[in-house]
């Protein structure tokens, strides 16, 4: 008899925490939908270059669009099918392998109108099956404290391949546009799908489910875990109660009959008020005078990117309720903006609603697949995802119709058929999945993979715990943070305003390389000066600016070694590959609060930093990556200013921005160490505030 000690695999990859192993497959599946991206965008960009070759009108032949929708419609559920069958990476592979060949064969024949529209329909087939399979894949593989954070990520990077096909055009105009967009496309595809085949590793839950990959899903664990594999080991998904076979007909019984087509209807409505809010957006900033030329009209998909990336731990925590207030947010934004603010609304439709949409619709992907167990996820997310091309299509094709009829211009009952209703009706269909799934789990009656969206019990830090505490204290104390950083700051000031004009930007050359300098110095002294001030403020104390100066100059030379250290580590890991490099920053990222407020030497504090950080260091890349967020924001911001008003308007904006920012950011590092300590050691305030005294 066949004896196996069994592992569990889901408590496995929690205990490893977040691993290089994890990083890669996040990367592949970066790199997978960035060429989803640019494959979708690549037909209407290079159709007008084809028509003209054809010589006939665009409007004879633009029912060639429909190729893209149909063919992804099919592909989504056939590679999704495919994913559950045979595994994520091989489905991935062979949707890459359907493009690209498909696409090379457009470049290499090109014929009149029907055979492309049969071309193009084959090769989105490949282009369909991509997500549901990333979707898989990227949430299998991780923590379950981290599965739909870090999907949604992923998946709202499927806008920045589209930014590839412009310049691509720009560039290799001898090519002939049309066989550039498709050599490239084809070319990437193929490559990338061959490396994968090599390379990708397949999803961890999958290989569990199936005995044939046992030994290689052993070597992989014990790679991640030496020492942790039995002699004879077996591999149960314990957080999921699979389904007995991965046929389609599966995703309508044990509890989810119901749910699976209010997903599918959620997601039709949710792509169709996109496509609406994206149309109205383009076509207002594109018709305001004052805004034209200005990068309102590019940041248009970048923000639904940064509205993932602000919402996604908010989606990992709260799933469907989050899924609910995000999309009755929206409603509420965009009423807001047309009904009292008409002359402000290309401005709030980009930096309020259309985040909250973007961020609604990527989440909306993961949390449909999340609902099915592994057996089912590629399958449940495939179908959703081909329902939703419906209404992408369908909100795009009336956005167009109304504004072609308006001349550009849309009423407000129009505006509230169009984007309102599917807002609103998201909203509803969310809270009653919410409501099905909170009675089940009250009921200790889980379904699917449901324990994958809620959070562990017993985790005692988190996310939304260190931004929540930070932004308290931020606004209980706003103006002496302000007036901190300020002050830190001045030097800094000082040698702006002699040595940078409009004609000289300082670079890499004396000059630059001196306000670089100054700046890490006093960044350095506002990161300490901070630290005193969180830490009073959080025992309820008032804090002294003089006071939280003087104690970050007394710790300022260690905490120059500290950051040149951490600066030389994290630089070398970027440098020989990129994922050492950022495993580096999260877990070094307390260095220098425990640098000033444990008064440790150099390596010790990168020591300390290392021990506090371990097991929460895919938490803390996403502290990083919100504060990436909220500095592109700030950058953007900058630059419209700079084109209503010069240099000097430029540079005050830049430095008001880099103070608001940095004084958050070291809020936001300071109470992050204090929320580690308490973790890991159970230490509190006063114990930490006495090295102060």
């Known amino acids: ?296 009209l590019t940041m248009l998909p970048l923000s639904g990117i940064a509205g993932s990336l602000v919402l996604a731990h908010l989606m990992q925590r709260y799933h469907f309720l989050a899924l609910a207030l995000s999309s009755a947010a929206a409603v509420l934004v965009i009423a807001v903006s047309y009904g009292g603010l008409t002359s402000a609304a290309p401005m709030v439709m980009v930096l309020i609603a259309i985040p909250l949409v973007g961020g609604t619709q990527a989440s909306l992907t993961v949390l449909g697949a999340l609902i099915y167990p592994t057996s089912l996820r590629a399958n449940g997310s495939g179908w959703q995802f081909a329902f939703g091309r419906f209404g992408a299509y369908i909100g795009t094709t009336i956005a167009t119709v109304l504004l072609a009829t308006n001349r550009g211009s849309f009423t407000n009952g129009q505006m509230l058929g169009e984007i309102l209703v599917p807002l609103l009706l998201v909203a509803v269909i969310s809270y009653l999945i919410w409501r099905s799934i909170a009675g089940r789990l009250a009921a200790g009656q889980g379904f699917g993979a449901i324990t994958d969206i809620a959070a562990p019990a017993g985790d005692t830090f988190s996310l939304a715990g260190v931004f929540s505490k930070a932004a308290a204290v931020y606004g209980r104390r706003f103006v002496p943070f302000i007036v901190l950083a300020v002050i830190v700051a001045v030097p800094r000031y000082v040698a702006v305003v002699a040595f940078e004009t409009p004609a000289r930007q300082p670079t890499l050359d004396a000059t630059g390389f001196g306000l670089a300098l100054l700046q890490s110095l006093t960044q350095l002294l506002a990161t300490g000066a901070m630290m005193h001030g969180v830490i009073q403020e959080l025992r309820g104390q008032r804090f002294s600016i003089v006071a939280s100066i003087l104690a970050a100059l007394r710790r300022l030379v260690p905490m120059l070694g500290v950051a040149v250290c951490m600066t030389a580590a994290v630089a070398a890991g970027a440098v020989l590959l990129l994922l050492p490099g950022i495993i580096l920053a999260c877990a070094f990222i307390v260095s220098i609060p425990a640098c000033v407020a444990e008064r440790t030497g150099v390596f010790e504090s990168l020591s300390r930093s290392l021990f506090l950080t371990r097991g929460h260091r895919a938490q803390i890349f996403g502290v990083l990556l919100v504060y990436v967020v909220v500095v592109a924001t700030a950058a953007a911001l900058t630059a419209a200013v700079a084109l209503w008003t010069g240099h000097t308007g430029f540079v005050i904006a830049r430095e008001t921005l880099g103070v608001i920012t940095g004084s958050f950011y070291g809020v936001v590092i300071s109470v992050l160490y204090y929320q580690l300590r308490a973790a890991k050691e159970g230490v509190d305030l006063d114990k930490i505030a006495a090295v102060f005294e």
Not at 137 to 142: A, F, L, Q
Request: hydrophobic share 55%.
């Open 1 to 296: 008899m066949d004896e196996r000690t069994q592992v569990e695999v889901s408590s496995f990859i929690d205990a490893c925490g977040l691993t290089l192993f994890q990083v890669s497959v996040l990367l592949w599946s970066l790199l997978f939908v960035v060429l989803d991206g640019y494959a979708v965008q690549m037909f209407p960009a290079a159709l007008p270059a084809l028509v003209a070759d054809w010589g006939g009108s665009y409007g004879t032949v633009s029912w060639l669009l429909y190729a893209t929708p149909a063919g992804m419609f099919l592909g989504a559920p056939l590679f999704g099918w495919i994913g559950d069958r045979w595994g994520r990476r091989n489905a991935l592979v062979a949707a890459n392998l359907a493009f690209g060949v498909f696409t090379l064969a457009a470049a290499a024949f090109p014929a009149g109108p029907v055979s492309m529209f049969w071309l193009r329909l084959l090769a989105a087939l490949g282009i369909g099956g991509v997500i549901p399979n990333v979707v898989a894949i990227t949430t299998e593989c991780v923590p379950r404290s981290m599965r739909a954070t870090l999907a949604i990520i992923v998946v709202s990077c499927v806008p920045l391949g589209s930014f590839l096909v412009y310049p691509l055009l720009q560039r290799v105009p001898h090519l002939g546009h049309p066989v550039a967009l498709f050599l490239a496309g084809g070319l990437a595809a193929i490559v990338t799908a061959a490396a994968a085949l090599a390379a990708l590793p397949e999803s961890v839950k999958f290989m569990a489910l199936h005995k044939r990959h046992h030994q290689r899903l052993a070597r992989l664990l014990e790679r991640l875990k030496p020492g942790s594999m039995p002699a004879n080991p077996g591999f149960v998904v314990e957080d999921e109660r699979q389904d007995p076979g991965f046929s389609p007909f599966h995703l309508f019984r044990d509890g989810v009959g119901v749910i699976t087509p209010l997903t599918w209807l959620a997601f039709a409505l949710m792509l169709a008020a996109a496509a609406s809010v994206s149309g109205f957006a383009t076509a207002l900033v594109a018709r305001d005078p004052a805004l034209r030329g200005s990068p309102l």
